[in-house]
C-alpha cells in the first residue's frame, strides 16, 4: 500500500552508473564574495560556490551558510552535497532545470 503512494522500494547500490557519477560531482564549500552593513545595523552576505552566487539550494530550500558544502552542477544550479546526493541517486537530472547530467560527469 505504502509503494502506491510513494513508489517502490529502490535500492541504491543498484544503480552503480549514478554511483559512479556522483564520484565526480565538484565539491566545494560556500564562501564569502563580500559583507555588508545595512543602515539598521543587519549583516547581509553574498556568498559564492566555485565563483557562482548562491542564496538557497534548490532541494531543501534552506539558505546556504559561510562553509557549507555545496555542488555545482554543470548547469550551473548549487545544492548542499547531502541533497543533491539523494536525488541523483535516483535522477541523473538537475533538481532545478532536469537538464539531463549524466553525460557530463564522465
Known amino acids: ?14 544503480n552503480v552508473e549514478n554511483l559512479k557519477a556522483l564520484d ?4 566545494a564549500f560556500v564562501e564569502v564574495e563580500r ?3 545595512t543602515k539598521d ?3 547581509k552576505l553574498k556568498l559564492s560556490l566555485m565563483g ?6 534548490g532541494v531543501c530550500l534552506s ?3 559561510k562553509k557549507d558544502q555545496g555542488v555545482l552542477l554543470p548547469c550551473q544550479h548549487a545544492f548542499h552535497i547531502k541533497c ?17 547530467i549524466s553525460h557530463n560527469l564522465t
Open 84 to 100: 543533491v546526493h539523494t536525488w541523483l541517486l535516483h535522477n541523473m537530472t538537475c533538481p532545478s532545470c532536469r537538464t539531463s
Open 41 to 43: 545595523g543587519r549583516v
Open 35 to 37: 559583507r555588508r552593513v
Open 24 to 27: 565526480n560531482l565538484p565539491v
Open 63 to 65: 539558505q546556504f551558510k
Open 1 to 14: 500500500m505504502l509503494s502506491s503512494l510513494i513508489g517502490p522500494a529502490v535500492d541504491p547500490s543498484s
Open 52 to 57: 557562482v552566487s548562491v542564496d538557497r539550494c
